[in-house]
């Protein structure tokens, strides 16, 4: 059964980073493109993030490029956003997808 579990939120200050991680159990993500989204209270989720199988390309949307970046770790079956500059308006609960599955989500808040 496959499980994708996101960690690494929590709450930062402005312009401070975080790193999120994703793992999984019973996927490998280096045969998978897998996304980071996001969702905001109130809001629709959003794509933040995409990288895909091996050989890996990366995408990020426009609101987050130059600050967030997305990897995979193939020797650990992770794939990590890395946050920098966080702004009040990154807040959200981010979430890991690949092929049809979802993590459960980790909360990133970021205020002052």
């Known amino acids: 059964q496959v499980q994708l579990v996101e960690s690494g939120g929590g709450l930062v200050q402005p312009g401070k980073s975080l790193r999120l991680a994703c793992a999984s159990s019973g996927l490998t993500f280096r045969d998978h493109t897998t996304y980071w989204y996001r969702q905001a209270p109130g809001k629709e989720r959003e794509l933040v993030a995409t990288?895909?199988?091996?050989?890996?390309?990366?995408y990020t949307v426009d609101s987050v490029k130059e600050r967030f970046f997305i990897f995979r770790e193939n020797a650990k079956n992770t794939v990590y956003l890395q946050m920098n500059s966080l702004k009040p308006e990154d807040t959200a609960v981010y979430y890991c997808k690949a092929d049809q599955f979802w993590g459960r989500g980790t909360q990133v808040t970021v205020s002052s």
């Open positions: 990288i895909t199988s091996a050989p890996a390309s990366t």
